[in-house]
């Protein structure tokens, strides 16, 4: 039941970022968006995520092959310079990562690398485009420090 609650707590569009927790006096734990009056009740933050980022950020593959040279080369500089978590595969290493990598283009024939963003597949290698890309997704240009001049 404190399951279902918490569940049905969280999917509320009207859900702030807080969640109240009590036991009453028979040990039954319960959740509430508003504190319980008399109650000992213990605030529980819920972290909601500003953008879509992290929900991409669970299914973000990248395809390459030492074939591929430069351009999977830059692809994997653009993904690392916005310091992004990726899976990196190669669709020759293994049957499954050439069954995926087919499932998810349509042919071999497609060269790499190619992106699987959330739902999103880019493909061919474009650095405009795969970085607009990354920034509508919520991967915004990290930002380099300015280092001291070399005298």
């Known amino acids: ?37 008399g109650q000992n009740v213990r605030e529980r933050p819920i972290r909601v995520p500003s953008n879509n980022a992290s929900q991409v950020q669970a299914a973000m593959v990248l395809f390459v092959t030492p074939e591929c040279g430069q351009p999977c080369a830059d692809a994997v500089a653009l993904l690392d310079s916005r310091n992004i978590s990726y899976e990196l595969k190669n669709p020759n290493r293994s049957e499954q990562q050439m069954i995926e990598f087919i499932n998810l283009v349509g042919s071999l024939s497609v060269r790499t690398p190619v992106l699987l963003m959330g739902k999103q597949v880019l493909s061919p ?20 420090k300015n280092m001291p001049a070399i005298k």
């Not at 927790?21 to 039954?28: L, M, N, T, V």
């Not at 290698?125 to 380099?144: C, H, Q, R, T, Y």
């Open 1 to 37: 039941m404190k399951y279902f609650l918490l569940a049905l707590l969280l999917s509320s569009p009207s859900f702030a970022a807080k969640v109240y927790q009590w036991r009453d006096a028979d040990g039954h734990v319960y959740y509430s968006d508003q504190p319980a009056v």
């Open 125 to 144: 290698w474009d650095k405009l485009i795969w970085s607009a890309s990354l920034n509508k997704a919520g991967f915004p240009v990290v930002e380099k």
